[in-house]
T-cell receptor, first 112, second 113 residues
Framework: GESVGLHLPTLSVQEGDNSIINCAYS??????FIWYKQESGKGPQFIID?????DKRQGQRVTVLLNKTVKHLSLQIAATQPGDSAVYFC???????????FGTGTRLLVSP | NAGVTQTPKFRILKIGQSMTLQCTQD?????MYWYRQDPGMGLKLIYY???????DKGEVPNGYNVSRSTTEDFPLRLELAAPSQTSVYFC????????????FGPGTRLTVT
């Protein structure tokens, strides 16, 4: 709701820790999921994606896990760095033409 | 490649004024999108286009119009601006057809007073 959006969930970690950011998605028919990173004052930047027929995908220092049973998505960041500080959004593709539905986001704060 | 560019970066409008937000991409992408982002919220799709001459409504199209006369440009028109349209507007593009990665512009911060 509106009150949740105004106060973004925040995850605070120390540099070098592993971070896990969670997302609940809404539509069991969504076939594709994406994680975006948004730094202050900038547009979102693609991190990693996963298709609904997969349950895990790894990238460079990032892993996305998909649990369709409970409609849950997570982003794991290994050895978190101060440059990882940003707001992270999950997005689901609910229909054709890549019409994405975005979550409200989680703020990641990394302390040196 | 400049990627996706948006102008202006900032704008203040009075209630009832109109303006056009410009978006250009130089990646020859077929798909283009307009989103708005309210403070502390995720992005909501306003309009999208899958090619020149083809546009369609997204989740929150009321109060906006778009056109797509070329592959590169996808302007967003606000008619009769209202305070509820105060937001940050992002344009994005995608190659489409098997590629789901959307590339975003830097955004336009619009305030309607």
């Amino acid at each position: 709701g509106e009150s949740v959006g105004l106060h973004l969930p925040t995850l605070s970690v120390q540099e070098g820790d592993n971070s896990i950011i969670n997302c609940a998605y809404s539509n069991s028919a969504s076939d594709y999921f994406i994680w975006y990173k948004q730094e202050s004052g900038k547009g979102p930047q693609f991190i990693i994606d996963i298709r609904s027929n997969m349950d895990k995908r790894q990238g460079q220092r990032v892993t996305v896990l998909l649990n369709k049973t409970v409609k849950h998505l997570s982003l794991q960041i290994a050895a978190t760095q101060p440059g990882d500080s940003a707001v992270y959004f999950c997005a689901e593709n609910q229909g054709g033409f890549q019409k994405l539905v975005f979550g409200t986001g989680t703020r990641l704060l990394v302390s040196p | 490649n400049a990627g996706v560019t948006q102008t202006p970066k900032f704008r203040i409008l009075k209630i009832g004024q109109s303006m056009t937000l410009q978006c250009t991409q130089d990646m020859n992408h077929n798909y283009m999108y307009w989103y708005r982002q309210d403070p502390g919220m995720g992005l909501k799709l306003i309009y999208y286009s899958v090619g020149a001459g083809i546009t369609d409504k997204g989740e929150v199209p009321n109060g906006y119009n778009v056109s797509r006369s070329t592959t590169e440009d996808f302007p967003l028109r606000l008619e009769l601006a209202a305070p509820s349209q105060t937001s940050v507007y992002f344009c994005a593009s995608s190659r489409g057809q098997g590629s789901y990665e959307q590339y975003f512009g830097p955004g336009t911060r619009l305030t309607v007073t």
